[in-house]
Structure formats: structure tokens, C-alpha cells
Nanobody, 126 residues
Framework: QVQLVESGGGSVQAAGSLRLSCAASGDTFSRYSMAWFRQAPGKEREGVASIDTSKFTTYADAVKGRFTISRDNAKNTLYLQMISLKPEDTAMYYC????????????????????WGQGTQVTVSS
């Protein structure tokens, strides 16, 4: 199975930018559809964005136009570029993987992804 490790989280001011990374190992990264999820205290985990093996992307309405998901198969790495950050973006962000080659659902569903990282905290202050 694949192991996932997130990095790049931190504390930023509103309107700031941040780039998250997810390093994959233990399996062939290019065979997996990937996604980012987030969970704020007291709230359910929600899908943020996904990218499949053909690099087709989906986004939650709340982040469209501000977040960009991408992948570099040669580096076995998934990215989430976040700009124009808002306090409501504050959450623990998780990287996830699934063996299906294509993923078209928007926003991505938690139950569709079986492999998870430990998370990286993003805090946006006003």
C-alpha cells in the first residue's frame, strides 16, 4: 500500500498564500487518484479538491478560483496551492489516495479514499 506524508502547513494572515505538499511512497504513485480533505474542530471532514491519473481536477465550491491541486508523478508528490486565504479555511488538511484511475466527483467523497496521511495544520488569522 501507499504511505502519505503532508507538509507545508502553517499560520498565515487573511489574503495570504500557502502551498501544501504530500509525498507518497511504497507504491506506484501514478496509478492513484489523489485528493485533499480538511477538518475544522467540531465539524465533519470535507472534500477540498481531487486529481485523477489523467490530471482531471475537481474542487469544492468554497475553494474554486483560490486553490489549485496538482501532481508531479516524477517526484511522487501531490500539491495544493492556496491563495487569498480566509479564516474559514483554517483546518487540519489531509492528503488521500485511491486506486481507481479516474475520479470525477465534486467535491471528493471521504468514503472513496482508503489511504490517508497524518495531516498538516493550516491556520488563517484575520
Amino acid at each position: 500500500q501507499v504511505q502519505l506524508v503532508e507538509s507545508g502547513g502553517g499560520s498565515v494572515q487573511a489574503a495570504g498564500s500557502l502551498r501544501l505538499s504530500c509525498a507518497a511512497s511504497g507504491d506506484t504513485f501514478s496509478r492513484y487518484s489523489m485528493a485533499w480533505f480538511r477538518q475544522a474542530p467540531g465539524k465533519e471532514r470535507e472534500g477540498v479538491a481531487s486529481i485523477d491519473t489523467s490530471k482531471f481536477t475537481t474542487y469544492a465550491d468554497a475553494v474554486k478560483g483560490r486553490f489549485t491541486i496538482s501532481r508531479d508523478n516524477a517526484k511522487n508528490t501531490l500539491y495544493l496551492q492556496m491563495i487569498s486565504l480566509k479564516p474559514e479555511d483554517t483546518a487540519m488538511y489531509y492528503c488521500a489516495a485511491d486506486r481507481r484511475r479516474w475520479y470525477l466527483l465534486s467535491p471528493p467523497r471521504t468514503a472513496d479514499f482508503g489511504y490517508w496521511g497524518q495531516g498538516t495544520q493550516v491556520t488563517v488569522s484575520s
